[in-house]
């Protein structure tokens, strides 16, 4: 029988009180692998995060049973296109989503590692504490009212933020989400305090521990965007404050939101504009860069600290 594959990737997270992280980390291998779905599943005390994909009927599957498990009922899951598939099934008979090499289910201290657990709270309605919830129209609203007094605090590492950001962002100069911590302890942005800012992020996640923790070190009028990124691209696409293309972390590196995106990329070795992005090759260094096709091509495939 022909069977005509559409792949497809959700991304979504819960922030609920977990008795048995364990138990929930074998059941979500179990019920991934058996419908083929390739991607990363992260479980903890505080919940559950994930980014996986494979053939449209197997991710729909996945979703109607997460959604069964009634801590996961309210999972808020953002879609979007997969590259492609494997041209033959996989065992479970599935074909395999491309965009991730492997499964990988596991169970952490933390959803997001900011390295200070012990710092979060999270009760049923999620993390306690953290900003008020922003819907893109909400953004508007409040961009609308208040002008240039809004500050947009992107929660990414700073390298996802070379593609693609809001309009007059304040971009963190960090290359992992635990140096976060430390800048905010040493007070690098106390100066927006008494300030509206907005914070966001890919998928929303790192900004529900992160503005909590901003709150808890005098950030008083701090607001997060309600589906980060991936919701605001699904209802203003390229219309709206958004600039750029957004940075995934699987194979496709970026996706964009319409067929016409502003290219604010900027390759590493030449400048050229372009929003493609790639592993430094040099060693265990791996950092992301961005690299137009010409520097790939010409084998300039290294960070500026490695350069020749």
């Known amino acids: ?20 992280p364990e138990a929930v980390r074998l059941w979500q291998h179990t019920l991934a692998s058996g419908l083929g779905l390739r991607g990363r599943v992260i479980v903890s005390p505080h919940g559950i ?58 169970v952490r201290d933390e959803l997001v590692t900011f390295g200070v657990p012990e710092e979060v709270e999270v009760g049923p309605a999620g993390v306690v504490g953290g900003g008020v919830h ?8 409040l961009v609308e009212e208040r002008g240039d007094d809004v500050v947009f605090f992107d929660g990414r590492n700073a390298y996802e933020a070379k593609v693609g950001r809001f309009d007059g962002a304040v971009v963190p100069d960090v290359r992992t989400t635990r140096e976060f911590i430390g800048q905010l302890d040493e007070g ?8 509206p ?21 005098g950030f008083d009028d701090l607001y997060q965007l309600d589906g980060g990124i991936a919701r605001y691209g699904e209802v203003y696409g390229d219309r709206g404050l958004w600039r750029g293309s957004m940075y995934v972390f699987d194979g496709r590196m970026t996706v ?25 090759d040099l060693g265990a260094c791996r950092m992301q860069i961005v690299l137009c096709e010409e520097c790939a091509a010409a084998g300039r495939i290294h960070c500026p600290e490695h350069a020749a």
């Open 1 to 20: 029988m022909l069977v005509v594959a559409n792949p497809k990737v959700i991304l979504f997270y819960v922030f609920t009180p977990l008795a048995d």
């Open 134 to 141: 922003l819907t893109p129209q909400a953004l508007h609203q």
């Open 49 to 106: 995060n994930a980014t996986v994909g494979g053939e449209m009927p197997a991710v729909k599957r996945y979703v109607r049973e997460l959604r069964g498990y009634a801590p996961f009922r309210e999972a808020d899951v953002k879609w979007s296109q997969g590259s492609g598939l494997t041209e033959e099934p996989g065992p479970s008979g599935f074909r395999e989503l491309l965009d991730f090499p492997k499964l990988s289910v596991k």
């Open 256 to 280: 964009d939101f319409s067929d016409s995106p502003t290219v604010i990329g900027e390759c590493v070795h030449c400048s050229a504009k372009t929003s493609r992005m790639q592993n430094c």
């Open 197 to 217: 800012v907005v914070t966001y992020c890919t998928g929303g996640i790192r900004c529900e521990v992160l503005t909590a923790l901003m709150k808890s070190r």
């Open 188 to 195: 690098l942005y106390d100066e927006l305090k008494g300030r």
